[in-house]
């Protein structure tokens, strides 16, 4: 009779540890340049809507390359990849709120300046991010040649 009982602990205490998930604040900087080098190789350069790809810092999992296509999920619904050594994740981003002053696009900046507010939702991972979910808010600034990326929240990791 101890034995059954051992056993129905242990297997309880098995699915409890199968079961948990852990939750991660995090942030995230990126520098994208906003006229890319053709040569670069970066994917969303080639996609019908356009994209870019920059790196910058993952908190707490370290450097990253990331991608961003414009449209890919709606046309409301931009798709960012972000890797790191251990895996990617992929949000679904909505931009918001943009702002625009003075001399937007104009030949001088051709990207900016200007800023807008950031929604993402992760909809998908590999390596240690599989099974991910979360969700971030932040900002993207334009700054002439490059947009700057800021990102903050919460990621639950399916462990």
């Given at each position: 009779?101890?034995a059954?009982g051992?056993v129905?602990?242990f297997?309880?205490?098995?699915?409890?540890?199968a079961?948990a998930?852990?939750?991660v604040?995090?942030s995230?900087?990126f520098t994208?340049?906003i006229i890319q080098n053709?040569?670069?190789?970066?994917?969303a350069?080639g996609?019908?809507?356009?994209g870019?790809c920059g790196?910058?810092i993952?908190?707490p999992y370290?450097?990253?390359t990331e991608?961003?296509?414009f449209g890919?999920?709606t046309p409301?619904?931009?798709?960012?990849?972000v890797t790191v050594?251990?895996?990617?994740?992929?949000?679904?981003?909505?931009a918001?709120?943009?702002a625009?002053?003075?001399v937007c696009?104009?030949p001088?900046?051709?990207?900016?300046p200007?800023?807008?507010?950031?929604?993402?939702?992760?909809v998908s991972g590999?390596g240690?991010?599989a099974?991910?979910?979360?969700?971030?808010?932040?900002?993207?600034?334009?700054?002439?040649l490059?947009?700057n990326?800021q990102?903050?929240?919460?990621?639950?990791?399916?462990?």
């Amino acid at each position: 009779m101890l034995a059954l009982g051992t056993v129905a602990l242990f297997s309880s205490a098995l699915a409890t540890q199968a079961s948990a998930a852990t939750t991660v604040p995090v942030s995230m900087t990126f520098t994208e340049p906003i006229i890319q080098n053709f040569n670069s190789g970066c994917p969303a350069l080639g996609t019908p809507n356009g994209g870019f790809c920059g790196n910058g810092i993952f908190l707490p999992y370290g450097h990253v390359t990331e991608m961003i296509v414009f449209g890919a999920g709606t046309p409301e619904i931009d798709v960012r990849t972000v890797t790191v050594a251990g895996g990617s994740i992929v949000l679904e981003e909505q931009a918001t709120d943009f702002a625009c002053p003075g001399v937007c696009g104009s030949p001088e900046f051709p990207g900016g300046p200007f800023s807008g507010t950031l929604t993402d939702v992760v909809v998908s991972g590999t390596g240690i991010f599989a099974g991910a979910s979360g969700n971030l808010r932040g900002t993207v600034k334009g700054t002439g040649l490059q947009s700057n990326i800021q990102l903050s929240g919460s990621i639950t990791l399916a462990n």
